[in-house]
């Protein structure tokens, strides 16, 4: 670790702008004539971060692995089934949609599919200017200004605002989605797939722009992928999900350089590299994902972990303080 | 290698017909071999052609498109002048494809079992009891462990790594000398796209086959092929081995594919991106169709477009800045 990032992490560490405590989403399963739930597949379970003001947090996880629910429980877009969100020291974990409002504009989110996520039949100028009606008192000069503003700093021709989504190439869609998520100057920006769309010349350049807006503006990210490389290079520190549950969490280093999890070290060797030298031994997992309705006793991973013993059916494992801000919830580590 | 191709792609054109007298140059004078038990990948972005080139080696271009030009000999046979009854003979049995989304290139209302018993049918005379053990077989060498009961299952009754591997068996069916496969892993984990990678790696091998991978994704083609094609605006634009590429990438759109590529094995503080976009097949710069993203482009890139030349001993490129080796 440098001794920029241990300062950074060090810093940090006082000041926690999200906070979330032993979160749960389960969604029912409806099933028979009656509709009546039949079980539940348990999407976030039980899981316990912080963010760091600051900071690019990267949750990682393959198909089923309750990344986006998570990050969607934490703005509240879903409701959570039990624990805590803190965000600024400010429960928001019961309030209503009216009390949401006011703390709404400092959270925003930017989604994977820029085709889907904007309405068609918006021009850019009102794309980005609606969250300015909903959320601010400003008048239509002063809205104005924002909007232009906001283009030019994602890099867009403010000549391009009375043109509609259609007109613009994926990566451009993605710059209209970063300005509509930005221009209320939030604090923290979920940023779920944001790139994974993109073909990798265009990535590029979404990555460098979202990364240059973090250090502009100071903004605090959650980054959701399932892109280890991308994670890496975005992030500060990085989480490791599975079955809803976090496996590990480390500073970015440490995570990638001495994954302690087998699941971390399995995700790893299994991302084909271009350096031969750095090619990791492949563990190949067998089988796929357990379903969520029905997740493993004790540690979800058991099923295809290569070194699973007893005690990992029988007791789930929580996560352990391994030192330079290294958690691992595996009973290898106890 | 000094073996004869078993596949020749020759000067491929197709191109397509849009509205408004628009001709789409999809794939526009793509030349190549590929040769007996070695896996060739033909790497692009979206738009580049590589999945048209793949189609059209298939012959499975549909209106508005249509092969234009050029020649395809499959063991020494060109495609091309082939009727359509005469290219279902050697679709699926000397040559196979799978896609990238397993769900829709499987029928949903037919049985597992039922699919590849059809192919195995189709095209060799055995008996339905035969074409069962057969499909067994086949589903268990691609990884199933309880193939007989897999046998009896649909399509959504499988994850997405476990239904690539039920397409894979079926591509298997008839022992081809070609497979392509057209970014079979790209809807999967990566987990799971270890799995299959691994998969197709060992069926290389047992089947003795050849291996067309499309793919965008440049950590595949390093751990898995033999040879590399870069493709760009329907052409390709820089052809060597695999280890040549990643050590001596020539092309500047090469170069910047690979700066722009985010890696777990190093760390850099901006990427590399490359300026611009893709352009539409429909409207390629003059000259050479990277210049007005080309960070190196001189005037005469900005006239004609270079020719594909050997520039190192079977390093080929598409660039004003190299001279023809002699």
């Known amino acids: 670790m440098t001794i920029t990032e241990k300062k950074v992490i060090q810093e940090t560490n006082n000041d926690t702008i999200l906070e979330v405590n032993n979160l749960k989403k389960y969604f029912p399963i409806k099933g028979g004539v009656l509709r009546r739930t039949v079980g539940h597949v348990k999407a976030v379970d039980d899981v316990s971060l912080k963010v760091f003001r600051g900071e690019t947090l990267g949750i990682v996880g393959e198909s089923g692995s309750g990344k986006s629910t998570l990050g969607r429980v934490i703005l509240r877009l879903l409701s959570p089934t039990d624990g805590q969100i803190l965000f600024e020291n400010e429960d928001i974990t019961s309030k209503s949609n009216r009390q949401l409002r006011p703390i709404r504009k400092d959270m925003q989110i930017v989604f994977q599919d820029p085709y889907a996520s904007l309405n068609p039949s918006m021009s850019v100028q009102e794309l980005i200017e609606e969250p300015l009606i909903v959320q601010t008192n400003l008048d239509k000069n002063e809205r104005k200004k924002k909007v232009n503003e906001i283009l030019d700093k994602v890099g867009l021709r403010t000549s391009d605002q009375l043109k509609y989504p259609h007109e613009f190439s994926g990566g451009q869609r993605q710059r209209i989605s970063i300005a509509r998520a930005l221009v209320l100057n939030p604090k923290f920006v979920v940023c779920d797939e944001p790139v994974s769309a993109l073909d990798v010349s265009i990535q590029a350049q979404v990555l460098n722009l979202m990364a240059d807006l973090q250090d502009e503006l100071n903004l605090t990210y959650l980054f959701i992928s399932h892109d280890l490389s991308v994670v890496k290079h975005i992030s500060d520190r990085v989480a490791v999900m599975y079955l809803g549950r976090i496996a590990e969490v480390a500073p970015k280093r440490e995570i990638y350089e001495k994954p302690l999890h087998p699941y971390t070290q399995a995700l790893l060797s299994s991302i084909p590299t271009v350096d031969k030298n750095s090619r990791r031994e492949k563990i190949i997992l067998q089988g796929d994902l357990p379903s969520p309705s029905n997740p493993p006793s004790g540690c979800p991973f058991r099923t295809r972990c290569p070194k699973a013993f007893d005690l990992c059916s029988e007791v789930r494992p929580e996560l352990k303080d391994m030192g330079n801000n290294h958690y691992v919830a595996c009973h290898l580590y106890e | ?326």
């Open chain 2, 1 to 326: 290698m000094e073996k004869t191709p078993i596949l020749e792609v020759k000067d491929l054109k197709t191109y397509f017909y849009l509205e408004g007298n628009k001709v789409a140059k999809a794939v526009d004078g793509v030349d190549f071999q590929i040769y007996p038990g070695e896996t060739v990948a033909l790497v692009g972005e979206s738009g580049s052609g590589k999945s048209i080139t793949s189609l059209s080696i298939m012959k499975l271009i549909d209106k508005p498109g249509k092969i234009e030009g050029g020649s395809i000999l499959f063991s020494g046979t060109d495609l091309i002048s082939l009727t359509e009854k005469q290219m279902t003979k050697i679709r699926g049995n000397d040559m196979a494809m799978i896609f990238q989304e397993p769900m829709t290139a499987l029928n949903p209302v037919f049985t597992i079992g039922n699919q590849i018993m059809e192919s195995l049918r189709k095209h060799q005379k055995i008996s339905k009891k035969e074409a069962y053990i057969k499909a067994v077989e086949l589903l268990k060498i691609v990884g199933f462990p309880r193939a007989e009961e897999t046998i009896r299952e649909y399509p959504h009754q499988l994850s997405g790594g476990m239904r690539q591997r039920a397409m894979i068996a079926i591509a298997l069916s008839c022992n081809p000398k070609l497979l392509i496969a057209d970014e079979p892993t790209t809807a999967l984990d990566a987990t799971i796209q270890a799995q299959i990678l691994t998969l197709l790696d060992e069926m290389k091998e047992k089947f003795h086959m050849s291996i067309l991978l499309i793919t965008h994704d440049l950590g595949i083609v390093a751990e898995h092929a033999d040879r590399v094609m870069v493709m760009y605006g329907g052409q390709i634009v820089e052809s060597t081995s695999v280890e040549r590429l990643f050590e001596n990438p020539l092309h500047p759109y090469t170069r910047g594919l690979l700066e722009s590529l985010p890696s777990i094995d190093r760390e850099v503080e901006r990427l590399g991106a490359i300026k611009g976009i893709v352009p539409p097949a429909f409207n390629f710069p003059k000259g050479c169709r990277f210049s007005d993203r080309c960070p190196y482009a001189m005037e005469e890139c900005h006239q004609s477009n270079p020719k594909l030349l050997e520039i190192e001993t079977n390093h080929q490129a598409r660039c004003f800045l190299y001279k023809e080796s002699v």
